[in-house]
């Protein structure tokens, strides 16, 4: 499974790329896996403040819904709208255009995230 | 207890295929192959493989095995004829579903039930209890296989592997050597879809197995996993067992009181109680449920309101891949609202709309 080297990652399978005082938020490729063709996703409004570790959003395959919690404590920026046209997106490219959503970080503190190495050390082989 | 999860017989198949595995009603079973909604669409435009190993194979034979068996289904095997099949019911002293189950007759003293993983081991325990001495119930799980070809190849497929031989009709049973093993081919399934139903010894079966594949590949045929067939039955509106059945649901409320027959002498568990239901109605009725493109797909537990008032709970529910949009069957109280009808369910706190409609959500072929 892919887990690019400049990601945090969640023990819950999201990841978090920072960018100054903002994150970008998705799955993994071993979640978008797991969960197999994505047909549908509820994402939080822009403003929703959130706390980390939190449900923010849904990821419906046809098997099942899938809660997604805050990898980070922050402010929502901006959803990814294109997802509720083309949800495969999670699929195709996770880590790129299958991302959910942005966020205003907290704080830089990243505490219980994992680096790439450690979270593909906790996926089955 | 934990629970012991046995291998497929057709474990090395799906293996090799790549698929990935989860334990399902104490099997390791295959739950996708190459995509849920690409295998979804090879049954509806081509044709699925699934492996029914799980399910339970009981053999009934012996002189008053009819006997036996009348005292004991809700749908009358009698009315069957050699050859023929029809899907019937083990019901509780309260009319509620132990389980549901294909009766096929293969001549006057020899029948074929197919039960649910689930409900194997209880099922043969129940059979064994009214054994007499010229009446035997044998299948152990896990000593057979069994396999789905379903679509609209499926014909095309299996006449290859018949070389000849004329296909069952529907809703029949046929006996055929194949492979030279004993093969049982049923012209069932769980899909909605034209299809046959094929069990054997597990030899002969992994030999099955491999040629259909083979046949198949060029018109199209995926071998398909759980994610599918539940797709797919609930797209054509078939019940599951647990959920949409259960001991506390009769077959009545479930929607399906044409194959549970009191037009017979014949006492069965439940009997009372289901004959009331059919006469002065059920409390509760299973209706289909129809959402909108666009909105979260209606699941199981999700509960079903009309107007403020909750009237019942969604039993299974999918977004549909046919149709685009999400499909459920729901238990409601009586009377019911009629189809067509503006409802709503309720998911994570939040009321989405859905209309009453026919539960068979895909038009017949």
Request: proline content about 8%; glycine content about 10%.
């Amino acid at each position: 499974m892919n887990t690019p080297n400049d990601l945090l990652y969640a023990k819950s399978h999201e990841w978090l790329r920072i960018e100054k005082d903002s994150g970008t938020v998705g799955i993994t490729d071993h979640a978008q896996s797991a969960l197999s063709d994505v047909v549908f996703v509820e994402l939080p409004k822009s403003g929703r403040v959130v706390k980390q570790g939190e449900v923010i959003a849904t990821v419906e395959s046809v098997k099942a819904a899938s809660d997604i919690y805050a990898p980070v404590g922050g402010t929502i920026l901006e959803s990814n709208e294109t997802l509720s046209s083309d949800p495969g997106l999670i699929n195709r490219d996770p880590y790129g255009q299958g991302w959910l959503f942005r966020l205003r970080t907290d704080s830089p503190n990243s505490t219980g995230l994992l680096s790439s190495a450690d979270y593909a050390a906790t996926l089955p082989h | 207890m934990p629970e012991l999860i046995s291998e497929s017989p057709l474990a090395s198949c799906h293996l090799a295929l790549g698929a990935r595995m989860i334990p399902f009603a104490g099997w390791n079973l295959p739950v996708e192959y190459s995509g849920l909604l690409a295998e979804h669409k090879a049954t509806r435009q081509a044709a699925g493989l699934f492996d029914i190993s799980h399910m339970g194979q009981i053999r009934a034979q012996g002189k008053n095995t009819l006997s036996c068996l009348e005292s004991l289904l809700a749908n009358d095997p009698a009315k069957l004829k050699d050859g023929e099949g029809h899907y019937s019911f083990i019901t509780n002293d309260h009319g509620g579903v132990i389980d549901d189950l294909l009766v096929y007759r293969l001549s006057p003293d020899d029948f074929f039930l197919v039960v649910n993983a689930s409900r194997h081991n209880e099922i043969l325990q129940l059979l064994k209890k009214h054994e007499a001495p010229q009446v035997r119930f044998s299948g152990n799980p896990g000593t057979t296989t069994g396999m789905a070809l379903q679509g609209p190849q499926a014909s095309a497929i299996l006449a290859q592997i018949l070389q000849g031989s004329p296909l069952p009709l529907r809703n029949h049973i046929a006996q055929f050597t194949l492979f030279g093993g004993n093969v049982l081919i049923a012209t069932t399934g769980y899909t909605g879809e034209n299809g046959y139903e094929i069990f054997s010894d597990i030899p002969t079966g992994l030999k099955i197995w491999a040629a259909l594949l083979e046949t198949g590949k060029p018109l199209g045929l995926l071998p398909c996993g759980l994610g599918s067939r539940d797709s797919l039955r609930l797209e054509a509106g078939l019940p599951l067992n647990g959920q949409d059945l259960s001991p506390e649901i009769s077959p009545i409320e479930a929607g399906l009181g044409i194959f549970v027959d009191l037009n017979r002498p014949r006492p069965f568990p439940g009997r009372p109680a289901l004959e009331k239901q059919k006469k002065s109605g059920s409390p509760r009725i299973c209706i289909g449920l129809q959402g909108q493109p666009g909105q979260p797909p209606p699941r199981h537990g999700y509960p079903v309101f009309q107007g403020d008032k909750q009237i019942g709970i969604i039993t299974s529910g999918v977004p549909s891949p046919t149709l685009g949009h999400g499909i459920a069957l729901a238990l409601v109280t009586t009377p019911s609202p009629a189809c067509g009808q503006d409802l709503e369910f309720e998911v994570r706190g939040r009321r989405v709309p859905a209309k009453v409609s026919p539960r068979r959500f895909l038009p017949k072929k």
